[in-house]
């Protein structure tokens, strides 16, 4: 039976050698290996802790878990899994639970370009040094990232291999964090085989999928971290001989701040939460690098849909337990069609099939029905999206590159991005362009925003936001250093036991799903981290010897 990793608040102690704020792939790296360096740590999450089995699996569960923030717009419970933040530009979405987005990712782990690493956005060091290699090693082999043996022959695959006649380029299998066969983890954590359920992006429910929940952080635990969820990080300052971190339970905002202090913080709120933190501590007086907030990218991130081709697509999933016996849906992404650019990084793409979230399906009908996209909608209605025109459905998933001209502040003390004219980012026309010919290629028609009568609008949206923190040389032109070492505003300084460790600190867009990059620059940090103050830590598997062997 699965253990709960977090404790009841009451046992959270007045100090810490390291304070981990956020539990997604930055803040499980960082509390797995800073405590089995031997040092105290203390991870503070503001949603909740899902077990296997909790996640939302229908849609009036999967309302309960839906929180949308925006300006004065404040909706939901702040501990929903689903944080929606509706911008005047371009809206986010994040993960909230032990985890962070590892939860409802679509879990693909994909090695960026080269190139992106060339740029000179990123600190010499960074590519410079054969510590972000080693990163990437250590990432895929707690996460192992497997592409799924059988891929070419889900349907849904298939049905992106007809679309890839578009391209005259072939799709392939795409590396996914998903356990396909009954395994103990490197953390030590049995796990089932995949369903293929399809269900990946609201949750796992059989406990395949490789979360940070299923990995980092129950090595945390079990190298002495101590875990906390539902309390909400506002701000932090300088302590005595360290930091002091101010927290309040994440439903109750009303309540007196308490505080909690370490010798170390490690921030790792994600994108917005950890962007957000450090500009509520810069009100406090904390100095910062004036470039805080700058560079957010949504990583040319499109969520798209085509519908009306001939051919079933079957991209709707059906949970678990099955809410509908038929082929199998396969994990979210399965297959991607790669369109790579020699000569000029920033116009390649990457189109992944994807799949909607079984506790979805009763919406979908009332999305596509509007303004005359669904023919048949009334079909739709009495067969349901398994059977009627729904199951015709495509779902692309694409991520490209942007010019990371974004800007987080404070509103309302919650952060926004602003991006003026985003929509009229050149990446927005070419990947229109391309799911246009793509939709073609299957006798279907391309559907760009069929939430444009929801709250949504027809404003971009990403789930893969990026910078706010970004790394660079010196404060002059960004936030932290190549060692995630946060600046303090003058030259290279840096504040002593400060980091930033999430897709905050990355300067630019990647390309490529992020969840890999991150996990592989914080692995990086604490390499570095662990050199600069004297600590040691074995990156080893807690897996069974035979099993370590056959994935090796």
């Not at 695959?157 to 299998?173: I, K």
Request: proline content about 5%.
């Amino acid at each position: 039976m699965q253990q709960r990793l977090s404790s009841a608040p009451s046992e959270l102690k007045r100090a810490y050698d390291v304070v981990v704020v956020g539990s997604g792939y930055g803040g499980g790296v960082a509390a797995s290996r800073l405590a089995r360096a031997g040092q105290s740590v203390c991870v503070i999450e503001k949603g909740k802790e899902f077990l296997t089995g909790e996640f939302p699996s229908r849609l009036p569960e999967l309302r309960r878990e839906l929180q949308l923030n925006g300006g004065k717009l404040r909706s939901g419970s702040r501990t929903g899994l689903f944080d929606f933040r509706l911008g005047t530009d371009i809206h986010v979405l994040v993960g909230c639970g032990l985890g962070g987005g590892s939860l409802i990712n679509a879990g693909v782990a994909l090695k960026p370009d080269p190139r992106v690493f060339a740029d000179p956005g990123w600190p010499e060091e960074v590519s410079g040094d054969g510590l972000l290699e080693l990163g990437f090693m250590r990432a895929a082999s707690m996460l192992r990232p497997t592409r799924y043996r059988d891929a070419a022959a889900l349907t849904k695959y298939r049905a992106l291999e007809a679309a890839s006649a578009a391209f005259d380029v072939a799709p392939v299998a795409a590396p996914v964090v998903v356990s396909f066969e009954d395994i103990v983890n490197p953390a030590g954590v049995a796990q089932p085989a995949c369903t293929l359920c399809g269900d990946c992006c609201s949750g796992c429910n059989v406990g395949a999928k490789n979360t940070v929940a299923m990995t980092y952080l129950p090595d945390a635990k079990a190298h002495g971290a101590e875990i906390f969820t539902e309390l909400s990080v506002s701000r932090i300052a300088k302590g005595e001989g360290g930091w002091r971190i101010y927290f309040a339970p994440s439903n109750d905002q009303e309540s007196d701040p308490a505080f909690v202090d370490a010798r170390c913080v490690v921030l790792a709120a994600g994108t917005l939460g950890s962007t957000e933190i450090l500009l509520r501590s810069r009100t406090h007086g904390l100095c910062l690098s004036d470039r805080l907030g700058e560079r957010f990218s949504a990583n040319g991130d499109i969520i798209a849909f085509a519908l009306g081709g001939g051919e079933r697509v079957n991209a709707v999933g059906v949970g678990h337990p099955p809410k509908f016996v038929g082929d199998a849906v396969g994990a979210c992404v399965a297959g991607q069609i790669e369109l790579t650019d020699g000569e000029a990084l920033d116009r390649g793409m990457i189109l992944q099939e994807g799949v909607l979230p079984s506790a979805l399906a009763p919406l979908l009908p009332v999305f596509f029905i509007a303004g005359g996209r669904l023919l048949g909608a009334a079909q739709s209605l009495i067969k349901g999206v398994y059977q009627g025109p729904l199951s015709h459905l495509h779902t692309f998933f694409v991520v490209s590159h942007d010019e990371a001209a974004g800007r987080i502040t404070l509103d309302h003390d919650s952060a926004q991005v602003h991006w003026p004219g985003v929509a009229d980012q050149p990446v927005y026309a070419r990947v229109d362009a391309a799911l246009t010919k793509a939709a073609a290629a299957v006798g279907a028609r391309y559907i760009k925003s069929p939430l444009a009568a929801t709250s949504m609008g027809t404003k971009p949206a990403t789930a893969h936001p990026l910078g706010g923190c970004g790394m660079a040389e010196n404060a002059e032109r960004g936030v932290v250093n190549h060692k995630c070492q946060v600046f303090d505003g003058r030259g290279s300084d840096v504040h002593a036991g400060l980091y930033v460790c999430d897709g905050a600190v990355i300067p630019r867009s990647i390309g490529v799903n992020p969840l890999l990059t991150i996990t592989a620059l914080t692995e990086r940090a604490m390499v570095h981290l662990a050199r600069d103050h004297n600590l040691g830590f074995d990156a080893s598997s807690r897996m069974p010897q035979e099993a370590d062997q056959a994935l090796s």
